[in-house]
């Protein structure tokens, strides 16, 4: 167990160098500007079979999401033509480094997270759940203390039997 | 007032809120002292708590908590040269070398003074200037009320992040979640896209829980935090401070409190503003500014008085206006109005026994973070050195316990979820979560008075200048964005001329 453990761990190790060597540059402003000016533009089309009115209404439902999202959409405008005119006139625009090592470790936690959280939903029990995540997480930061786990492992058990029986949550 | 002040008392004095007090001045104190948690986070946390508890003892907590935490941040600042809370680096800068000089207890047992008396001082400047500013909002219309929710959230879309843009999509992200549900005027249903559960709106302690908590989880990739030791042996000295060291830190903690309480009332600004002005004013005041930096004892009074002045003065805007000074207080907003208190006048006539009990209570708050400073602080540096092997897992069940408990059903803990990957994206788009926040608190108070306001005027846009208050306000917008502006400016300047040297 210890030595498949040892080497789960060195694989993970080598594909962590090969991805920590891997990263992406993405223009942060634009790609800011661009997403939100095209998700106030999907929230314009959708207004109006999300937003029931009548036309009795004077001010209707709509009134204020509209004006939300025309501000959001002058935002991101003035957001792309300060990066649009950074290119034109060749200045550094602003850039954000993504690494790949760090975006995966991201997503083994969220998978973590999903995980428990399906556990606790299919058995409706919600100390599965936390014992799950409490497990997920040792393992995830390479933990060998034995009093680690059986520490964390009764915290879990605890703040589930706290808000079970002292401020009655039904779970 | 003064009549308010005996049901207020009797109110206030029961085992239960003592009791939450302590607990939350406890949890507070040790969340604040350890690097990586902030009070915001503990706040964020504890709220579904509170929502089975009546105004008063849920209130006591969250204060006990947001007023602990200005303390604890200062515990391993001085112990390990490690701010527990962004407010407490000026601390650090004098509180960790006073330590090396052999005097940690000391160093701890001034800021825990200068801590009380900041809260205390603020406390009750709450108390005489919230109702003479509710007497000055109960003049305010609908159109004037929107105006002060403008207010609110552009100059903390401005302050949040590194620009005033990118703070005013966050905002109007936050806005447009606060539509999600039932319209608040004519009960259709807005943006629930076939999900019944959505008819209900989504719960704000839900959506905090994903955007500032989860969060965190997930970004503990990006910073491992190192197992902290503190050495509690340290706490060994006399911890003496001598009557010319009480006659140096006065001035400073009075100057300081006064600083904090200004700084306070501004919304957007908060504690980390204030500790470091008093502590650059009270360098600049001193007979002795060659000591800071070196273990002045003016240096951490004055840092640490400013940071907990605050914590009384950001409810002046949030009890009157419904203006949140800060991130934290926003959250208490919610816990106020669940139990139907909603900021104004009324809530200091109407309801001015409740009040007076949570105002009065923020003396007492004051008072047990004193005791437990005084008496538990060994106890709090030594919770710090918990590893995050045991700490990330307990943070995430009480995550999720959290958002279960708030309509005891899993679709709530699927929304958190959803929430915390939407914070890890707009992290990746160096948009701030602090904004959103502030949407979604003041969503429907923005919506309904913006749409009051036009009924009232047939649709006339003209109705949000019209009014004298109305003008001020937006005098006031455009004068804080001139200034937000220029000062993003002029950093943008030192950094370049970092850059360029």
């Known amino acids: ?171 | 007032m003064l009549q308010y002040i005996a049901p207020a008392t009797g109110l206030l004095f029961t085992l239960e809120n003592i009791l939450w007090i302590n607990i939350g001045v406890f949890v507070g104190a040790v969340f604040a002292a350890i690097p990586g948690l902030s009070v915001i986070l503990c706040v964020i946390l504890f709220l579904p708590v509170t929502y089975t508890m009546t105004a008063i003892p849920g209130m006591m907590f969250l204060l006990g908590i947001y007023c602990a935490g200005g303390y604890g941040g200062s515990v391993s600042a001085i112990l390990i040269n490690t701010p527990g809370t962004p407010h407490a680096a000026a601390t650090m800068l004098d509180g960790h070398p006073l330590s090396q000089q052999g005097r940690t207890k000391a160093a701890l047992k001034i800021a825990l003074y200068a801590s009380t008396f900041g809260g205390i001082f603020s406390a009750l400047m709450l108390l005489f200037l919230g109702p003479q500013v509710a007497k000055v909002a109960a003049q305010l219309g609908t159109a004037e009320y929107f105006m002060v929710c403008v207010f609110g959230l552009t100059i903390i879309a401005g302050v949040s992040g590194k620009s005033i843009i990118r703070g005013l999509v966050s905002a109007c992200l936050g806005l447009l979640i606060s539509c999600v549900g039932t319209d608040p005027m004519t009960s259709y249903d807005r943006f629930t896209f076939g999900i019944p559960r959505l008819y209900l709106g989504l719960d704000l302690a839900v959506c905090l829980i994903g955007l500032f908590a989860l969060v965190e989880i997930l970004a503990k990739v990006e910073k491992k935090r190192g197992d902290l030791h503190m050495d509690t042996r340290k706490i060994k000295d006399d911890g003496k401070i001598t009557r010319q060291e009480y006659k140096r830190m006065a001035r400073p903690v009075l100057m300081s409190s006064i600083i904090g309480v200004l700084v306070g009332i501004i919304p957007g600004t908060g504690a980390s503003e204030a500790s470091w002005f008093s502590y650059n004013t009270a360098k600049n005041l001193s007979k002795h500014p060659e000591e800071f930096g070196h273990g002045s004892v003016e240096g951490i009074a004055a840092a640490e008085s400013a940071n907990n002045a605050v914590t009384g003065a950001t409810l002046i805007p949030l009890l009157t206006l419904g203006i949140p000074g800060d991130g934290t207080v926003a959250i208490m907003l919610s816990a106020l109005m669940i139990n139907g208190l909603n900021p104004g006048l009324s809530l200091f006539t109407t309801d001015g026994d409740i009040m007076y009990a949570i105002m009065l209570g923020l003396i007492l708050v004051n008072l047990f973070m004193f005791l437990q400073g005084k008496f538990l602080t060994s106890l709090f540096a030594k919770v710090v050195s918990i590893p995050q092997e045991i700490l990330t897992p307990i943070i995430v069940i009480f995550c999720f316990a959290g958002a279960y408990s708030v309509n005891e059903n899993y679709f709530d803990v699927a929304v958190a979820l959803v929430f915390g990957v939407l914070a890890w994206v707009l992290r990746k788009l160096d948009l701030p979560p602090v904004p959103i926040l502030l949407g979604l608190v003041l969503g429907r108070m923005t919506e309904t008075n913006f749409r009051r306001a036009l009924l009232i005027s047939n649709g006339d846009p003209s109705i949000f200048v019209q009014s004298i208050y109305c003008k001020i306000f937006l005098a006031l917008i455009i004068v804080a964005v001139a200034a937000i502006i220029r000062g993003k400016l002029k950093e943008q300047k030192a950094a370049k001329a970092a850059a360029s040297q």
């Open chain 1, 1 to 171: 167990m210890k030595q498949w453990v040892d080497r789960l761990y060195a694989r993970m190790d080598a594909l962590g160098e090969r991805l920590g060597e891997k990263q992406l540059r993405i223009p942060v402003d634009l790609t800011a500007g661009i997403v939100f000016f095209l998700f106030a533009v999907v929230i314009l089309l959708v207004m109006p079979n999300q937003v029931v009115v009548s036309d009795k209404d004077a001010v209707d439902g709509r009134a204020f999401p509209t004006l939300l999202m025309v501000v959001m959409m002058l935002c991101c405008a003035m957001l792309v033509g300060k990066e649009l005119y950074k290119l034109a006139t060749k200045r550094p625009m602003n850039w954000k480094d993504i690494h790949l090592q760090t975006e995966l470790k991201a997503l083994v936690i969220l998978a973590i997270l999903v995980v428990s959280y399906l556990l606790a939903r299919v058995t409706d029990l919600f100390v599965v759940g936390a014992l799950v995540c409490s497990l997920g997480f040792l393992v995830y930061f390479r933990c060998r203390k034995p009093s680690y786990y059986a520490i964390t492992l009764t915290l879990a058990v605890a703040i589930w039997a706290a808000f079970r029986f002292v401020l009655n949550v039904d779970f």
